[in-house]
């Protein structure tokens, strides 16, 4: 089962709908299109300059320290992140900004992001920018939720479960 499918599963495209009101479909076709420079994103911040692996101190490390860690929602949110986006009340937004700053450097790039991938599934940039925060709180929050909260094991499954749809043409 690859990362959409099981967000979906999860009920986290419902959860998007039902917060923007928008109908399940286009969540899941917007979701879909921005999951792959989510995960890329994610990927280029588990790897540091040279092409190494980081540590604490640096890319990804920050991310799980400052935003995981104790940062927004306090002590160690890890599934958390996921629950936040699929509770009855509204997402919080800080959270998934700050995720989306880390792996993209700067709100130009996600505001890229959004632009592209409206561009090329009609879906309006500005619900796409809306959709952007909550959907990479769901990521990370599947990532440290699963498989004990093993960052390098489960981004390097999402990794390959991304590839592989994308080459099902998915």
Known sequence: MNLAQTLQQDGVFDSMARELNIDPQTA??????????IVAGLGRSHVGAGGSRTAAGGGLGDLLGGVLGGGAGGGGMGGGLLEQVLGGSPTPKQPGNDILGQIFGSKDVSRGVAEEVSGSTGIPATLLKQM???????????????????????????????????????
């Not at 899941?28 to 420079?37: E, H, R, T, V, Y």
Request: proline letters at 4%.
């Open 28 to 37: 899941q076709s917007a979701a879909g299109a921005l999951l792959p420079a």
């Open 132 to 170: 952007l925060p909550m959907l990479a709180m769901a990521v990370v929050g599947h990532m440290m939720k699963g498989k004990g909260g093993a960052m390098g094991g489960a981004l390097g499954g999402i990794l390959g479960q991304v590839v592989t749809g994308m080459m099902r043409g998915r």
